[in-house]
């Protein structure tokens, strides 16, 4: 019912509000399933580049999937976000930099 309400309440809100909306609850399964599917990549700098990198489909898809939790869609939808080249080149320049501070 909350999340109903929340939905609602939305529909008042600017573009700019609604899409920053869509991207923090994306951003919230989109941690979980990084976590759990891809252990070795440094967390915050691969959820910036998935969220970065998603489409405005891919993000309402993934933000509908926060309020039960991740799904094996939720998976299929990083998975292919995670292998486009965009996310695949700042994956390197965000995440690698920190794997190696990590390893140093």
């Known amino acids: 019912m909350c999340i109903l309400a929340a939905g609602l309440a939305l529909l008042g809100c600017s ?13 919230s399964v989109v941690t979980r399933v990084v976590v759990e599917r891809f252990p070795g990549l440094p967390v915050e700098p691969a959820i910036d580049c ?3 990198n998603a489409t405005a489909a891919q993000i309402r898809a993934l933000a509908s999937d926060a309020a039960l ?36």
């Open 69 to 104: 939790g991740p799904t094996p869609a939720t998976a299929e939808v990083v998975g292919q976000i995670i292998t486009k080249p965009e996310t695949i080149n700042c994956l390197g320049t965000r995440g690698l930099p920190v794997l190696l501070q990590q390893a140093g």
């Open 15 to 27: 573009p700019q509000v609604q899409d920053a909306f869509a991207r923090e609850a994306a951003r």
């Open 50 to 52: 998935v969220i970065d």
